[in-house]
Nanobody, 117 residues
């Protein structure tokens, strides 16, 4: 069983930066793929980025070059560094963990990111 808690969201001006955290308890994340998703009001949940146990990463085209996903196994935490934020990045950001070879997924509650002047 894994519990995920996101933090780091807030209100930021266009062009600003935020660092989101996804902290896990109950199990280490070393053997999990961890994904970040975003969901704006009235819209579907969109995939943003993934980090694998090898620390290989993938990004949605909309955030490539602006967002960086990373992990700190000692802290059992995955981060999403967000740069050059745009108003269209406004959404609730959620992290998901899924152990490689398993179908079970674990989700956090999300953290709100608002990009506005």
């Amino acid at each position: 069983q894994v519990q995920l808690v996101e933090s780091g969201g807030g209100l930021v001006q266009p062009g600003g930066s935020l660092r989101l955290s996804c902290a896990a308890s109950g199990s280490g994340l070393q053997t999990y793929n961890v994904d970040w998703y975003c969901q704006a009001p009235g819209k579907q949940r969109d995939w943003v980025a993934r980090i694998m146990p090898s620390s290989s990463t993938n990004y949605a085209d909309s955030v490539k070059g602006r967002f960086t996903i990373s992990r700190d196994n000692a802290k059992n935490t995955v981060f999403l560094q967000m740069e050059s934020l745009k108003p269209e990045d406004t959404a609730v950001y959620l992290c998901k963990a899924k152990r490689v070879g398993s179908n079970r997924e674990y989700w956090g509650q999300g953290t709100q990111v608002t990009v506005s002047s």
